[in-house]
Structures are given as structure tokens and as C-alpha cells.
């Protein structure tokens, strides 16, 4: 799979999973919806349940900022399988900052969110932001 094809076909998917590392090199892996633009993936803290905002992703993306995010699509018909991993480094804007350029961020991924997902449109999300910033696009599907 080209790189271009790669990023279409993760843009497109509805749900990814984020791997992030801790700070004893242990990985994490947790479900999120995301929005892509470009080389650009943006996720957020939203208001299902949970039992805190300060959640391991967040804590993991501040000692290690290299994640990699994979959506999928599986099949009982194996000739449709395919995967798409994408890899960079993450950081994170908190909700409700003073920093102009920061408030920018998180306006603008709560944005892309908001146009995905319409589950967001009456309730956007109100907690951190995480940005992807992705160096590389791995993919594969099982024909071509």
C-alpha cells in the first residue's frame, strides 16, 4: 500500500489505536477516535466516563513523545483486510490554556473532531488535546 492510500484509508477509519510507552519503557495501548489531516492526528479527552482526566496516555506522551496509532479494518472475507500504522512523535494541549498559540491548537483539533464525529456536535470535548505529528505511514492490505 502507498503512502497516500495509507493516509486515506486511516482518515477514513472511525476508530485507531494509540500505543504510547511509560516512563519504565512499558507500552500502553488504548481505542480512540481521532481526526487526520495531512500527516496531522488529532484525539481528545472526551467526557465518556472515566475516572480521571490525568489519564496514562497523557503522563506516557510527556516522558516519551513517540506513539504510533493503528486503525484496521477486519473481515471475514480475508481478500479485504488491510492495516494502516502511523508513527510519530505526540504532544499534548491542555483545555482552557492562557497560551494564545496553544488555545489555537486546541480550538482547532476539538474543530476536526467536531466534523468526524457527530456524537461531538452538542458535546465537543472538554478535556486535553493530543497532536500527532507523523513521520511515517506504514500500511498493508491483502490484495492489491
Given amino acids: 500500500m502507498d503512502e497516500h492510500e495509507a493516509r486515506r484509508r486511516f482518515a477514513d477509519a472511525r476508530v485507531a489505536r494509540l ?4 516512563a519504565a519503557g512499558h507500552p500502553h495501548l488504548v481505542p480512540v477516535v ?6 496531522r492526528i488529532v484525539t481528545a479527552v472526551d467526557r465518556k466516563p472515566k475516572s480521571t482526566q490525568r489519564l496514562k496516555r497523557l503522563r506516557n506522551i510527556a ?3 513517540a506513539v504510533s496509532l493503528l486503525a484496521d479494518a477486519y473481515d471475514e472475507d ?5 492495516w494502516v ?3 510519530g512523535g505526540a504532544h ?4 482552557g490554556t492562557d497560551d494564545a498559540a496553544a488555545r489555537a491548537e486546541h480550538t482547532g483539533a476539538i474543530t476536526l473532531l467536531r466534523r468526524k464525529y457527530p456524537q ?3 458535546r465537543p470535548p472538554d478535556g486535553p488535546v493530543i497532536l500527532v505529528t507523523v513521520a511515517r505511514w506504514t500500511g498493508w ?4
Avoid at 500505543?19 to 511509560?22: G, H, L, Q, S
Avoid at 492490505?141 to 492489491?144: E, K
Fill in 19 to 22: 500505543a504510547t510507552v511509560d
Fill in 85 to 87: 500504522r502511523a508513527d
Fill in 78 to 82: 480475508w481478500d479485504r483486510l488491510w
Fill in 63 to 65: 516522558a516519551h513523545p
Fill in 92 to 95: 499534548t494541549v491542555p483545555a
Fill in 141 to 144: 492490505q491483502a490484495t492489491g
Fill in 120 to 122: 461531538y456536535a452538542t
Fill in 34 to 39: 481521532f481526526a487526520a489531516d495531512g500527516d
